[in-house]
């Protein structure tokens, strides 16, 4: 089982201080995480953090997993590359080294990956052909083909459709199970992050909030100390929770 | 009846049929290079047959002396130098368009071209040696060592903080205007015998073409594309986008810098010994990539065919159009190569670029 754990994590963009103290209990790989924060809370700046991308005070605990098993994937998704879909995925496998030469056992990697996202038959494609969404589950693809143990995407459903989101969900919910990574995701639908993460991460005022199980953490007093929203969460008639909007809180959310 | 594989296996199946046509491509490439030096060699003002000529080239010790110098020390150092320099330029335009996202960049684009125009110009002009040691190479060796400082401005302004690869592109156009001033301006002031002088080697030619000429770029070349050839992966995962690459683990600011180094001496020297040749550094590499797409592993020695097949059908032509008289081939190079790929660009739409 593969655990991610932060101490006092902190980010700076110049003199501007992104990040302070950022503190999480170990976080358990093999299902879904999500994180949650305002705009230009520091969510991407977290994830560069962790990904050794920038530099800080405070450590990444990492157990079960090295430092190389960490793939970020970040958020843009401008890949105009005359290459097609297959070449774009193979080039992210062998990032890791090894020769011109493909053996079976890549090529099969490669096949998995695209099957694992239901794009096989975009295979052929060229990357500037494809629309916003395909591109963003091919990367997604070229996130998974090196069967990483801790992934950390940056927004990989916001350029999706309802089904899409649905099946994207679904297959990195079933990589986590089965690899046992620690996958954290950033997202911005509360519905989706209760509906498919066992875990919530909330970053606002220039730190961590409070990281826990999802409904623990997502109540209407952190929503509204999140986003200046006033919301309720309830049951839907089937047992789900959902978050329902009732308005921008009187108080606005402080400026971070 | 059809073959039995499975759905998820038929992506590599397709992949292999990829890799395989272009392997064939580079062939076809290969060939039609062989094919353009053989024609090459076989023109020029001196009328000499196909078979005669062939017959010098592979047995020189039977053939006349006469013609065993034009064939061996004339017109086969020219067919050579442009194979070299053709090739030289296209990678160096392939990786600067490949690190800097441009698909404009190119050594004549970002003023290694006017600076060596300028070097060249000031050994024509005032008779000034930047390196007063090999006063008889000085128009060369200025060339390159203004080149070279071009592109060390570049490259030394790339390593700082903060510098994007817009900057870098701006910075490129804005040493182009720059270097033509200072060219405009010695050509201003230039006696009419050194103003000629100028005006020829700013055209672009390959008639002053040796085999140290040839040497000197073929070992540059010999020296970059391993360099290029063991980065492969990582130079097209850039294409990916920086962020993208980073996150692949790829060192995105590192190989910018080594692969500009590299890239500026890969210009600089072909450069330095024929002038302007300013069209090959953008149409080779887009040719290839049309062809082969940007996997480096096709894309690098795609775009070195490339070049080098324009540059040496280029010298067919600039020697067939007029009898007797050989073009400067950076006028060809323009002429016939922005049609042609204009209409490669209008035909092909693809939407990378």
Redesign the interface.
């Known amino acids: 089982m593969v655990t991610l754990q932060l101490e006092n994590l902190g980010a700076r963009y110049g003199r501007h201080e992104v990040l302070s103290k950022a503190t999480t209990p170990p976080i358990r790989g093999g299902s879904l995480t999500a994180l949650v924060g305002a705009n230009a809370a520091g969510k991407s700046t977290l994830f560069r953090r962790i990904a050794g991308q920038m530099r800080g005070a405070g450590t990444v605990r990492l157990s079960g997993a090295a430092a190389d098993d960490l793939r970020y994937m970040p958020q843009d998704t401008g890949m105009n590359a005359a290459l097609t879909v297959y070449e774009s995925i193979i080039l992210a496998l062998k990032q890791g080294g090894g020769g011109w030469r493909l053996s079976a056992s890549e090529l099969t990697a490669v096949n998995d990956a695209l099957a694992r996202l239901g794009i096989t038959a975009l295979a052929e494609r060229q990357l500037p052909e494809l629309s916003g969404g395909q591109r963003q589950v091919v990367s997604i693809a070229q996130t998974l083909v090196t069967r990483p143990r801790v992934i950390l995407m940056d927004e990989p459903t916001s350029a999706l459709d309802l089904y899409r989101q649905y099946e994207v969900l679904e297959a990195l919910q079933s990589y986590a199970a089965e690899s046992g990574a620690v996958m954290i995701l950033a997202l911005h639908d509360l519905n989706q992050v209760m509906r498919c993460s066992a875990t919530t991460i909330a970053l606002g005022e220039g730190s961590i909030l409070a990281t826990g199980p999802t409904l623990e953490v997502l109540t209407p007093a952190m929503i509204r100390r999140l986003y200046g929203i006033n919301s309720r969460v309830e049951r839907c008639s089937r047992g789900c929770a959902m978050m329902i909007v009732d308005g921008p809180a009187e108080s606005k959310r402080v400026a971070v | 009846m059809t073959s039995i594989t499975s759905?998820?296996?038929?992506?590599?199946f397709?992949?292999r049929g990829?890799v395989t046509r272009r392997i064939f491509i580079l062939a076809l490439l290969a060939c039609l290079l062989i094919l353009s030096v053989a024609v090459d060699v076989s023109l020029g003002p001196a009328r000499y047959s196909v078979a005669d000529v062939l017959r010098t080239l592979v047995s020189p010790t039977d053939a006349d002396v006469q013609m065993r110098v034009v064939v061996w020390d004339i017109r086969m150092p020219m067919a050579m130098l442009a194979v070299t320099v053709g090739a030289s330029l296209s990678l160096a335009g392939a990786q600067m368009q490949t690190i800097l996202a441009n698909p404009l960049a190119s050594p004549f684009t970002l003023g290694l071209s006017a600076a060596a125009s300028f070097g060249a110009a000031l050994a024509m002009v005032l008779g000034v040696a930047l390196f007063p040691a090999a006063i008889s190479l000085m128009v060369p060796i200025n060339a390159f060592l203004m080149a070279m400082a071009a592109a060390l401005l570049i490259f030394g302004l790339s390593t700082l903080r903060g510098v994007t690869v817009e900057t870098i592109i701006l910075l490129g156009i804005a040493l182009v205007f720059s270097f033509n001033a200072a060219l405009a301006l010695l050509q201003y002031f230039a006696s009419e015998q050194a103003l000629s002088a100028v005006v020829f080697w700013t055209m672009g030619s390959l008639t002053k073409a040796t085999w140290g000429k040839v040497a000197v770029t073929a070992v540059v070349l010999a020296l970059c594309v391993p360099l290029f050839?063991r980065r492969?992966?990582?130079l097209?995962?850039i294409?990916?986008?920086e962020?993208?690459a980073?996150?692949?683990?790829?060192p995105v600011r590192r190989l910018r810098l080594e692969a500009l180094f590299l890239v500026s001496l890969l210009a600089a020297v072909p450069v330095s010994f024929v002038g302007t040749i300013g069209f090959i550094g953008i149409v080779g590499p887009h040719v290839a990539?049309?062809l082969l797409?940007?996997?480096q592993?096709f894309f690098l020695p795609g775009a070195m065919l490339a070049g080098a097949l324009i540059l040496s059908a280029t010298s067919v032509l600039s020697k067939a159009l007029l009898p007797g008289a050989v073009l400067p081939i950076g006028i060809i190079t323009a002429l016939v190569g922005v049609p042609f790929f204009a209409a490669l660009i209008l035909t092909k739409g693809?939407?990378?670029?």
Request: glycine content about 8%; overall charge positive; charged content about 25%.
């Open positions: 759905d998820t296996a038929a992506p590599a397709a992949y990829l050839a492969a992966w990582a097209t995962a294409r990916l986008g962020a993208r980073a996150a692949m683990g790829v990539r049309l797409g940007e996997d592993r693809r939407k990378a670029w």
